[in-house]
């Protein structure tokens, strides 16, 4: 196998400690920094909302339910809020829709940073994952990304919006790179297929296979999956929320989400029980923000990798950790009848690429999305939150690293078009938090808490969780509000609970 990449193999192990250590420095998350780096995504001028939509006029200073974050998270919990609250039965109590808000730091949507693939983690890590927590949750594991796949690739086809945001099923093509890495992947692979997950759709390749088909001399695995455009997506799912909340001609609106763009929640106070005390929503919060406070009764913590800032007691190794990914978007040198419309994966995860449809009347040969190259810097860009910066290391290996993988298929030395970077939110279990806010350590903190969720942590995989993630908080706002009791679905892991103490996070290191 080849030993001319530009990045180091075999470094999960290495990756895991170093998230494991705690930090000697303080590293509660700061808000976004106002100057990011320009991603591809944002390169479309048409994009729906506007970057920049309710960042001027006056600022709501009252709603419902307060949603932190419009990225993935947030605009899909908003989604799940107006199909839940759509019997109109909330709405007809309080003689008027239920009134969200989303509150964004920046221009809408940091998702809209990413490397565009939502593609199910299939059997990988399946060993791993029933070792620490039982073939219940390994299956759940499993389901909550294949429910997520579906049903987002359903919600685009059923409102003819695949075409929009670019969704190619091209599949994922998974590299091999070293022995050890397909042996781990063959012994998942036996494991999860004898628990009877459906593996159908998966082909395995010899380096010889994969050198004829994808010009890679590596062996290989091909599964299902799909490549889109991230800030597209989250879009469509904020639109469709509005839409689902203003009802039709022969029923009133049950629901609404307005935007509030550059603003960002600097703190949360708690307003003391008071007046309204009889009222459906009894205010509970205040949130502040440089353009004006907002009260509220509910908050969807969506903010993953800034959560802690938010969220102090998510600070360290034992929270989320701000992580920093890189992406290069470089031209290939042949078509997409050699390229293909697959992506792929290599070195553990760490790199990820696929290519762009070939749209525009001037384009011979496709844009290729390329993020990763964490692994050449000893910290791997944990604690690293300023996206306005590009890592020089980073950009040479991911420079590098196609020329190297596909010869004679990308121009070693071409710059890339366009380079950014962009913030994920790790934990030391790969799992994120959700649900109601606790804090295990200092419990006299919860009652300050009540009435807040959270989402986030994806550890750099929420295309094909976050959906999932966001529906279960809803869920759990809306039972509260109806004053039912929330059972979770059988698709959602247990283990990511934020008040599941089986947590790694809450284990003693
Ligand atoms: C470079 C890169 C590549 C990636 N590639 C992939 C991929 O290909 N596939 C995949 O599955 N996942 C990928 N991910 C991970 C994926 O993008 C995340 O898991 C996903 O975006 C999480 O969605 P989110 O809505 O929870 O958080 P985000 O998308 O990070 O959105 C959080 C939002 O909260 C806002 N915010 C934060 N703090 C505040 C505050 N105090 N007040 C107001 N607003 C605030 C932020 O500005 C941001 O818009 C990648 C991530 C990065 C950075």
């Known amino acids: 196998m080849s030993t001319t990449l530009p990045v180091p193999l075999l470094v999960y192990a290495q990756h895991q400690s170093v998230l494991d250590l705690e930090p000697a420095r303080d590293v509660r998350a700061t808000l976004p920094v106002a100057n990011s780096t320009k991603s591809f995504w944002f390169t479309d001028p048409d994009v729906t909302p506007l970057p920049t939509e309710g960042s001027e006029g006056p600022l709501t200073d009252d709603a419902d339910i307060c949603i932190i974050g419009s990225g993935i998270t947030g605009a899909s919990a908003a989604y799940h809020l107006a199909r839940s609250l759509s019997d109109g039965k909330i709405a007809n109590a309080l003689g008027r829709p239920v009134k969200a808000v989303i509150l964004e730091a920046r221009e809408f949507c940091a998702t809209g940073r990413n490397g ?19 073939k219940e949750e390994a299956l759940r594991s499993y389901n909550i990304e294949e429910y997520v796949v579906k049903e987002v690739t359903k919600l685009l086809e059923e409102n003819s919006k695949g075409d929009d945001v670019d969704l190619v099923a091209g599949g994922r093509l998974i590299l091999f790179f070293s022995k050890e890495e397909l042996l781990e992947a063959k012994s998942d692979f036996l494991a999860a297929k004898e628990i009877g997950l459906d593996l159908s759709g998966i082909q395995w390749f010899t380096k010889e296979e994969t050198q004829a088909k994808y010009g890679a001399s590596y062996p290989s695995v091909l599964t299902p999956g799909f490549s889109l455009w991230p800030l597209k997506l989250v879009g469509v799912l904020f639109s469709l929320a509005n839409k689902i909340g203003s009802g039709s001609s022969s029923s009133s ?28 929503f009894p205010r509970r919060h205040n949130l502040n923000t440089p353009r004006g406070n907002i009260s509220c009764s509910y908050i969807v913590h969506a903010t993953n990798g800034y959560a802690s800032h938010l969220l102090p007691h998510l600070t360290g190794s034992n929270g989320i950790i701000p ?14 009848d050699i390229l293909t419309r697959t992506g792929g994966t290599g070195n553990e995860g760490l790199e990820y690429w696929f290519p762009r449809p070939v749209k525009q009347p001037d384009e011979k040969y496709p844009l290729v999305i390329l993020g990763g190259g964490r692994e050449v810097k ?17 950009g040479k290996a991911l420079r590098a690293f196609l020329p190297a993988v596909f010869p004679g298929r990308f121009e070693p030395g071409n710059e890339p078009e366009i380079e950014w970077t962009g913030i994920m939110g790790f934990t030391r279990s790969g799992d994120p938090f959700v649900g109601p806010v606790v804090d295990h350590n200092n419990s006299s903190n919860n009652t300050a808490y009540e009435g807040q969720y959270v989402s986030a942590g994806y550890t750099g995989h929420g295309m094909p969780r976050a959906y999932a993630c966001a529906e279960v908080v809803s869920q759990m706002i809306v039972a509260d509000i109806k004053k039912e ?7 959602f892991p247990r283990v990511y609970l934020m008040t599941n103490a089986n947590r790694k996070e809450y284990a003693k290191v």
């Open 378 to 394: 000893p910290q791997f860009q944990f604690y690293e939150i300023d996206d306005s910066i590009i890592d020089k290391e980073v």
């Open 116 to 134: 565009g693939h939502l593609v199910s983690h299939t059997f990988f890590d399946f060993l791993k994952c029933q070792t620490e927590h039982g």
């Open 253 to 280: 609106p049950t629901f609404s989400a307005t935007l509030h763009t550059r603003t960002p929640v600097t703190s949360i106070l708690p307003i003391p029980q008071s007046s309204d005390i009889n009222a459906v």
């Open 485 to 491: 009791k929330w059972e979770p679905p059988e698709w």
């Open 323 to 336: 992580t920093r990914g890189q992406i290069i978007a470089t031209r290939a040198k042949v078509g997409l």
